[in-house]
């Protein structure tokens, strides 16, 4: 129950009168008075306080597993097996009331096919306050680890983040990017938080979410919708089982991955590694009709087509996927409206 208008402006003016060094007489008698109403007030409405600044309650915190589906099906384009996965994955993470580890997901492939968005979509459905969460940390590999000589100090620096972040709330969700850039073996100071413990000097991490992002294994994935695409098959055709064991692989052996030798492969403890398609030509156009909506503007299809006929395409031949994937999309609008 949301407190109503004349009870935030009694608790306001409260406030307000504490902040009054001199006060007279028939002030006291006001502000007796309304303490007197205010501490009735309060115990109607307990929580109030967590009405104005978010928490970790469920106030702030709840899964909206209808609202992800939606978000899935309409704003992410040509990834079915990345739709799928993180939908279920997700809603059974997040339904299970105690599960035995965080969860943990690294999404791979090139550039513009949609990984940060995917955990954009996540943290919206989780968090009320989405990406802007204060439970909702990104590390990106470029910015907070640039230097491979303080690899030691980054260690102790990420151990410390997450341990106090996941102290102030247990349902924290933390994302790393541009895994395919970050120092090998930085990533394995983390490996004892996503195991199969109870608690860790008193901290459990097992309701944490951990996000990866890494371009790593694009490659293999890319040559897979291709072989599809000459054989004359859909894309839609491709199931993870096709993808998944190959990908893991070619990350855990990439030597200039943040996952190269990582224990956190090495043991299992990625939950998924969900591969993300690169995008055609219809999906480009997909993409700009829906940046469109976004912009509370009328659909236009020569427009987006426009934008789409604006990309470049690989292989040079046969033109089949966009190389940039839906990366340049707001961009491009920005010229051809």
Not at 4 to 17: A, D, G, I, P
Not at 90 to 111: A, D, Q, R
Not at 202 to 229: H, M, P
Request: proline letters at 4%.
């Amino acid at each position: 129950m949301r407190p109503r208008t004349w009870h935030v402006l009694l608790l306001w003016m409260l406030v307000c009168s504490c902040t009054t060094q001199a006060i007279e007489p028939i002030s006291t008698t006001i502000a007796v008075g309304m303490a007197a109403a205010l501490t009735g007030f309060l115990a109607s409405y307990q929580n109030i306080f967590y009405y104005f600044h978010e928490c970790c309650r469920p106030e702030w915190i709840s899964f909206n597993e209808t609202g992800l589906r939606y978000d899935l099906d309409t704003k992410l384009f040509g990834q079915h097996l990345a739709s799928r996965i993180i939908l279920k994955a997700v809603k059974g993470f997040m339904t299970n009331p105690n599960p035995k580890k965080p969860l943990v997901l690294s999404l791979h492939g090139w550039t513009g096919t949609g990984k940060n968005f995917v955990s954009k979509l996540i943290a919206e459905n989780i968090y009320k306050e989405g990406m802007d969460s204060s439970f909702v940390h990104v590390f990106t590999s470029t910015l907070h680890f640039p230097h491979p000589s303080q690899n030691a100090t980054y260690k102790s620096q990420l151990q410390r983040w997450i341990k106090g972040n996941v102290t102030n709330c247990e349902r924290s969700m933390f994302i790393f990017d541009e895994m395919d850039k970050m120092h090998p073996g930085l990533i394995d100071s983390i490996k004892p938080y996503l195991d199969y413990y109870d608690k860790l000097d008193g901290v459990s991490y097992r309701k944490s979410i951990f996000i990866f992002l890494s371009n790593a294994g694009g490659e293999g994935i890319i040559q897979t919708a291709l072989d599809f695409w000459k054989r004359g098959r859909d894309r839609e055709e491709i199931e993870l089982k096709d993808l998944e064991t190959s990908l893991s692989l070619s990350v855990f052996n990439n030597n200039q991955s943040g996952f190269f030798h990582t224990s956190l492969i090495d043991k299992n403890l990625v939950d998924f590694f969900v591969p993300f398609l690169p995008l055609e030509y219809r999906h480009v156009v997909q993409c700009a009709v829906a940046e469109m909506r976004a912009r509370n503007l009328e659909p236009d299809q020569d427009v987006a087509d426009k934008v789409a006929r604006d990309l470049v395409y690989f292989p040079k031949s046969e033109r089949v996927f966009s190389v940039k994937g839906c990366k340049t999309i707001e961009s491009k609008l920005d010229y051809f409206t």
